[in-house]
């Protein structure tokens, strides 16, 4: 069966230190990843998508890796600040004619400072 | 630019009365539909999607049902609410293109079904 998978574990890193985030998926082939960034109470909003061909993406303090072989994406905040406590969510699309793209459980982030 | 809009913000119905969550997105035109649930500390999930106007795809078996009477509304409803329909619910919409378009979230619906 298909499954997306972060760790379901909060993760928490010291303020200025870099934060990574996993995301493994199988029975995927997706065209692109993408991460949303989840506060307490709203909706998700986009941060990065990255396609199948591309290997690295950054934007600002964010980094994303895909690694197909692997079926595995890495996001990574560096120079962590408290204001980048939320839980982050990886997104595949499911293929096929239509975008049908499947949410990760996410992971939440804590930056002490 | 584009909004998205849904309402109410928080409502609490009791077992066995009828919901109707809508959704209006702006700035748009033909956009891909969604509807989300997220249940306390789990992940989204999807519950119907929607290219066009009365065209509804159903991911899970429920009391739920949605409609699209117009492009860019989308309603969520039901007739009859379980304890179990209690949760997050989440409106979005992407662009009709098919590869790597983001999807954007309205403000969330909290339903407590009591």
């Known amino acids: 069966s298909q499954k997306i998978e972060q760790n379901s574990e909060a993760l928490n890193i010291q303020e200025g230190k870099t934060a990574t985030l996993t995301c493994n998926y199988t029975n995927y082939s997706p065209a692109y990843l993408q991460w949303y960034r989840q506060d307490p109470g709203r909706g998700p909003v986009f941060l990065l998508l990255i396609r199948e061909n591309e290997k690295e993406k950054r934007k600002e303090r964010l980094k994303v890796t895909f690694d197909t072989t692997l079926k595995q994406s890495l996001f990574h905040i560096t120079a962590s600040q408290p204001a980048d406590s939320a839980t982050y969510l990886c997104a595949l699309d499911n293929s096929g004619g239509y975008q049908k793209v499947t949410f990760g459980t996410g992971t939440k982030l804590q930056v002490i400072p | 630019s584009q909004t998205i809009h849904q309402w109410p913000a928080t409502l609490v119905q009791p077992v066995g009365s009828p919901l109707s969550l809508e959704c209006t997105v702006e700035?748009?035109?033909?956009?891909?539909l969604y509807w989300y649930r997220q249940a306390a500390g789990r992940g989204l999930q999807l519950l119907f999607y929607s290219v066009g106007i009365g065209q509804i795809s159903s991911e899970v078996p429920q009391n739920l049902s949605a409609s699209r009477p117009q492009d860019r509304q989308f309603i969520l409803s039901s007739k009859k609410l379980l304890l179990s329909d209690s949760g997050f619910y989440l409106c979005?919409?992407?662009?009709?293109?098919?590869?790597?378009?983001?999807?954007?979230f309205g403000e969330g619906s909290w339903l407590t079904v009591v």
């Open positions: 979005a919409w992407s662009g009709q293109a098919f590869s790597g378009n983001t999807i954007y």
């Open positions: 700035g748009t035109s033909n956009p891909n």
